[in-house]
């Protein structure tokens, strides 16, 4: 698969961390972390709803906003909940979706999953959605199987067209935040497996325009040899993403 036909996207999550008070000064270190080209790159930061407003100030072209998570409600009674019209009104691009997070801790089913991206869709913003498999799952050699039908269910209903913009961060369960990695060789046979999924779905053209993003621990030392891969178009980053030098390795990579 020809990677001209995509752009590279690198995506910091900083999860429940960091302080709005901290996002400028943060911009600012990365800023100078980052190279004069992009080549075609796009870096964004999928902060907390209390920091959108902060990093919506640091206007760049080289660095989108992103959210992590919305409701599906349009508005209405539903305390608490932020709808994708409120992220968007505070500039928002992307959006994460589905992350094994909010599956596993905040109920977050295949449904709930299709219902975000149908709103965030309807208002110009791009969806991340995240899908992986357990350790037991890769064990049982069930991965692709479980992943299929995680992607299926989460595009459920919508056009080609809708299905272009949606990015998909491949994360197994297993190397979130455990320091483990997948290898290079299964990062991109995953990848490779959900191109082929949306080539048979959606044709040729739909999934080659498709950016699919690795996530599960990628970092500063391992990035290289991930972002290689011809089915990885990118990286959906945790821990290094809260660390200004480490991310702006990782851009650098990207960038290339």
């Known amino acids: 698969m020809n990677k001209k036909y995509r752009r590279v996207i690198i995506a ?17 270190a990365l800023r100078k972390e980052m190279p004069e080209s992009a080549n075609g790159s796009s870096v964004v930061l999928c902060v907390p709803a209390t920091h959108l407003a902060a990093l919506a100030k640091e206007k760049s072209r080289r660095l989108a906003v ?38 596993a801790s905040n109920g977050d089913t295949d449904e709930l999953v ?3 991206i149908r709103a965030l869709l309807e208002r110009g913003i791009n969806p991340i959605l995240c899908v ?23 595009l459920y209903g ?12 491949y994360e197994p369960i297993w190397a979130i935040g455990t320091g483990r990695t997948a290898t290079n060789e299964q990062a991109q046979e995953v990848c490779f497996g959900i ?28 990035c290289a040899g991930l972002l290689a891969q011809p ?5 959906l980053i945790g821990g290094a993403s809260l660390k200004a030098a480490d991310f702006g390795v990782i851009v650098r990579e990207g960038s290339k």
């Open 12 to 28: 910091g999550n900083w999860k429940e961390n960091m302080l709005p008070s901290q996002v400028h000064d943060f911009c600012e």
């Open 195 to 222: 191109r082929e999924l949306l080539r048979r779905q959606y044709g040729a053209l739909i999934s080659r325009k498709v950016c699919i993003l690795y996530g599960g621990s990628m970092n500063a030392k391992n």
């Open 158 to 169: 919508l056009t080609p067209e809708q299905v272009k913009k949606v990015v998909i961060a």
């Open 66 to 103: 992103g959210a992590q998570n919305i409701s599906e409600f349009d508005k209405g009674a539903h305390t608490g909940e932020i709808s994708a019209d409120m992220i968007a009104d505070l500039g928002a691009k992307y959006c994460i979706v589905g992350h094994s997070e909010r599956r």
């Open 231 to 235: 089915d990885i178009d990118g990286g």
């Open 114 to 116: 299709n219902a975000k």
């Open 132 to 154: 992986g498999e357990s350790l037991d799952q890769r064990d049982r050699d069930l991965t692709m199987e479980f992943i299929a039908y995680q992607v299926k269910a989460a």
